[in-house]
């Protein structure tokens, strides 16, 4: 029964296009099925108060009091069609407002599934010796500037700290090494960690031609390469 009583003030709510049509064109319009219900009720209260207002063979008593009791009728059916107006508007913004938070909770929820991915990565890389690059990325930013990001772990628990740098370069159409800088004109970037550390930055590029790939190379504190990788530019210029 309940079910049945939602369907029907689903169906009276939910909105009709209802289109007219003419010799050379059609319009259509939107309306709710209770709007159009108390919209006639309206009308055919409103034709009563006319037809009694031009019947004189009725008693002016009688045709006082029910054009009385109609006009009080007419006033309470509007209140209620602005009421419930006032009602389906109200529900349409919390149903948009629902989905919107809908939307956040999904943004959300993919946003903590990544990063407990990159957690599962970094506890995966603390088990095994060494120094590690996690999802290293280089891609252009602006036409001079290459972004670069990675997450640098340290295996096991010795040393307990990592001190150095990292450095970037590239190879020619030659094979000849060339050197990148910051955009803050440095020529590495400074490296100070227990486990691992969320590495960000920008380098500037100002040659003619495009490097297809960058190394990244980790100097100790000692000035030996600790570690290298290689990776691939991505986006365009």
Known sequence: MHSGLKAGLEALIKPLQISIFSDNSERAFHARPVTIIMLTLLLLI????AGISLAPQEPQTAMLSQM??????????????????????????QIDGLKQEMELMRSDNSSMKKRLEVFDDVLAARKV?????????????????????????????YPR?????????????????????????????KIEM??????????????????????VTLINHLG????????AVSGNR
Do not use: C
Request: no cysteine.
């Open 46 to 49: 409103s034709a009563m108060i």
């Open 129 to 157: 010796k060494g120094v590690h690059f996690l999802r290293p990325v280089i891609a252009w930013k602006e036409k001079n500037i290459l972004g670069y990001k990675l997450i640098l772990v340290k295996g096991e628990n």
């Open 224 to 231: 030996k390469k600790s570690a290298t990788i290689e990776v």
């Open 68 to 93: 009385a009791h109609l006009q009080h009728e007419k006033t309470r059916l509007n209140n209620a069609l602005s009421e419930t107006e006032a009602q389906l508007s109200l529900r349409d913004g």
């Open 161 to 189: 700290w990592i001190k150095g740098k990292l450095t970037f370069s590239t190879l020619d159409a030659d094979g000849n090494i060339v050197l990148l800088s910051t955009t803050k004109a440095k020529d590495s970037h």
């Open 194 to 215: 227990t486990t691992h550390a969320y590495i960000e930055g920008a380098l500037a590029w100002n040659k003619t031609w495009q490097p297809k790939t960058v190394t």
